[in-house]
Nanobody, 121 residues
Framework: QVQLVESGGGLVQAGGSLRLSCAAS????????MGWYRQAPGKQRELVAA???????NYAESVKGRFTISRDNAKNTVYLQMNSLKPEDTAVYYC???????????????WGQGTQVTVSS
């Protein structure tokens, strides 16, 4: 069993900052890529940022220059530093991790339950 638990969401004024954390626990052999997705009501879930096991990153164009994804492999934790937040960033943010539970089983994606980020005008 693998569990991802997000934290750090909340209500913030436009222009403010939040730092999201996601810790993976359970039966983990290795974690490949990790990422953050978000979904607003009535919209499709979208990739916000992703990071490989070696530290390579990828960002949605809408958050480049404002958000920074990082990870601590020793803690199986991924972070999302969100600066200069805009009302358009309001969404439920979900953590995702590509986890291998053993060398014999292909990796699969695991998801956290989500954390609400609300940015007021």
């Amino acid at each position: 069993q693998v569990q991802l638990v997000e934290s750090g969401g909340g209500l913030v004024q436009a222009g403010g900052s939040l730092r999201l954390s996601c810790a993976a626990s359970g039966s983990i052999f290795s974690i490949n890529a990790m990422g953050w997705y978000r979904q607003a009501p009535g919209k499709q879930r979208e990739l916000v940022a992703a990071i490989t096991s070696s530290g390579g990153t990828n960002y949605a164009e809408s958050v480049k220059g404002r958000f920074t994804i990082s990870r601590d492999n020793a803690k199986n934790t991924v972070y999302l530093q969100m600066n200069s937040l805009k009302p358009e960033d309001t969404a439920v943010y979900y953590c995702n991790a590509e986890v291998s539970r053993s060398m014999l089983v292909p990796k699969r994606a695991y998801w956290g339950q989500g954390t609400q980020v609300t940015v007021s005008s």
